[in-house]
């Protein structure tokens, strides 16, 4: 059984930093993908950022380009999301999720099979 679990959420300052932990567990039976998701209380779960098995390809929302970076230890099993200079707007429940084959429709949420069970950030002014 595969499963994901989220850790490193918070509360902080803003302008402030965070770093977000996705561990893996359990057989994925191909390369797969990781990607970071988040929802704001009464809005739809929005893309984040997303990063290629080898690590090697990463994709960011407009909102965070240049404030947070993904990456991934595959030996480790685990994908991070560093968060800087964070903004009241980044306040919501962050997710991560796992997708095998092909690199396609990363930012949306449907197309991914494996989440965690989300981790609460919360950005004070």
């Known amino acids: 059984q595969v499963q994901l679990v989220e850790s490193g959420g918070g509360l902080v300052q803003a302008g402030g930093s965070l770093r977000l932990s996705c561990a893996v567990s359990?057989?994925?039976?191909?390369?797969?993908?990781m990607g970071w998701f988040r929802q704001a209380p009464m809005k739809e779960r929005e893309f984040v950022a997303a990063?290629?098995?080898?690590?090697?390809?990463?994709f960011y929302a407009d909102s965070v380009q240049g404030r947070f970076t993904i990456s991934r230890d595959n030996p480790k099993n685990t994908t991070d999301l560093q968060m800087n200079n964070l903004k009241r707007e980044d306040s919501a429940v962050y997710y991560c999720?796992?997708?095998?084959?092909?690199?396609?429709?990363?930012?949306?949420?449907?197309?991914?099979?494996?989440w965690g069970q989300g981790t609460q950030v919360t950005v004070s002014s």
């Open positions: 999720a796992a997708r095998t084959g092909p690199m396609f429709y990363f930012s949306v949420p449907n197309y991914y099979r494996y």
């Open positions: 359990g057989r994925i039976d191909s390369n797969y993908y």
């Open positions: 990063i290629s098995w080898s690590g090697h390809n990463m």
